[in-house]
């Protein structure tokens, strides 16, 4: 019964963090890696550019596409309990939400992650407005 509440508890979190991440103005929904390749080198080539996207193929994965070294990388995302992990060993150690570990790589905090989040591929609909005030969340 303590497994089934717990299960429940992290079902939640997760249904939670995808609301909120919907809202962000770099947050794409499904979308496949070509895709994002083709968003990103349409927006811009310099290092930093970024979109988050779900994966075309598993469930609640998500993965951070990002221009570095003028060639587009894509990064998995896997929201753990305490930590936000890129790639399976970049860990955003007490964040709980994707928007948190975006806002600790562009502190620091995410060792030794090589670049910086400089701007971001905005969703279809997203306004200017809404692109500056994620932005400013992430360099906060």
């Known amino acids: 019964e303590e497994e089934e509440e717990e299960e429940s508890q992290i079902k939640s979190s997760t249904s939670s963090q995808q609301r909120h991440l919907e809202e962000c103005s770099w947050y794409h929904g499904v979308m496949s890696k070509e895709d994002a390749e083709i968003k990103l080198s349409q927006t811009s ?5 970024f979109l988050v996207r779900k994966r075309m ?3 609640l994965e998500a993965v951070l596409s990002l221009m570095f070294k003028g060639r587009a990388t894509h990064h998995l995302i896997v929201v753990e309990p305490s930590a936000v992990v890129f790639n399976k060993n970049f860990r955003a150690e007490n964040c709980s939400s994707i928007p948190e570990a975006l806002r600790a790589i562009n502190r620091g905090s995410v060792a030794p992650w090589p670049q910086k989040l400089t701007a971001s591929v905005p969703r279809n609909g997203a306004t200017q407005e809404d692109m500056d005030t994620d932005m400013a969340f992430i360099n906060s």
């Open 45 to 49: 080539n310099e290092n930093g550019t």
């Open 57 to 59: 193929e598993g469930n």
